[in-house]
């Protein structure tokens, strides 16, 4: 990761992908550097079109697949890179390559030829175009980062960062994690999927995560199952749940990863979401699925 300064700031291209900056008639350096500093750094903005994931609008979740592309082809092409929530994904473990060059050509990396780019030696060496219109969450991708995260030195990268890596293998606690929000209804039969792990599972303590926890269907589980609620950042959120014996996960891509990085529980289980708004990532990991 490269240091940005006054004198190497690419104002143009600053402002040219971030399109709200003309809005606001941000049209000088000086005044594209002060944005910068007061803003774009900590809504971690784009600079560069090429050989970046800050473009993406993507969450949490989901820029982990998008940045473990990054990650690949910057390995293969030795690509100079930056990506979003760097120090997040740092702090959980993973490793993320910056290289040392930039290229003449680039090419857009699409959910078509990713796996291709990654994998074959058909295309040289280039910069890379990451956007929007692209989430990477295909069910061959996952298999790929299973076994790269099977690695002893990658796997012991997630574990030896987890500030909770003491509970791993010593305890039978229960881990839920409810996405409601914009896509409440989109899991099918939400609360009987809850009700029926629940009230067939054996745990010693059970812990409850949501982005609605006032939900009445998030108290009604608090109170009548005596859930303590985890209220952590998003890192450690998925270090604590990686932990517990049991895994009760929604929909999405940050429950997803919840599960990915539990290495060492026994049993984890998934719903039935009737409109996915991911891709199939959930059926190749050996979990259980709740219909």
């Not at 791993?168 to 994690?177: E, G, I, R, V």
């Not at 990915?260 to 050996?286: E, H, M, N, R």
Request: aromatic share 18%; with cysteine.
């Amino acid at each position: 990761m490269y240091t940005v300064n006054y004198e190497n700031f690419d104002w143009k291209t600053y402002i040219d992908i971030n399109p709200d900056l003309k809005e606001t008639n941000i049209c000088k350096k000086e005044a594209a550097w002060k944005h910068w500093i007061d803003y774009g750094s900590l809504e971690e903005r784009a600079l560069s079109l090429y050989n970046n994931t800050n473009v993406h609008n993507g969450r949490f979740g989901n820029l982990f697949f998008v940045n473990m592309v990054l990650h690949f082809i910057s390995l293969k092409y030795n690509l100079k890179s930056t990506y979003k929530y760097f120090d997040k994904f740092q702090k959980l473990g993973v490793y993320l390559y910056s290289g040392k060059y930039e290229y003449v050509h680039s090419i857009t990396v699409t959910d078509d030829n990713f796996l291709h780019i990654i994998q074959t030696s058909k295309y040289s060496k280039t910069n890379i175009i990451i956007n929007n219109d692209n989430w990477f969450q295909k069910p061959e991708f996952v298999t790929f980062l299973k076994s790269y995260f099977s690695i002893p030195h990658n796997k012991l990268n997630i574990i030896n960062n987890n500030i909770f890596n003491c509970r791993y293998n010593s305890n039978n606690d229960l881990f839920m994690h409810i996405r409601l929000g914009d896509v409440k209804y989109q899991t099918h039969c939400i609360e009987e999927y809850y009700e029926k792990v629940l009230s067939n599972t054996e745990f010693d303590t059970g812990y409850i995560s949501s982005d609605s926890i006032e939900d009445p269907l998030c108290q009604k589980l608090i109170h009548k199952y005596k859930l303590t609620v985890i209220d952590k950042s998003e890192v450690e959120t998925i270090m604590f749940a990686s932990t517990c014996n049991i895994i009760v996960l929604s929909g999405g891509t940050f429950s997803w990863l919840i599960g990915f990085f539990a290495f060492f529980s026994k049993q984890i289980y998934y719903p039935d979401v009737q409109t996915p708004w991911y891709g199939d990532i959930f059926k190749l990991l050996g979990w259980t699925f709740v219909p």
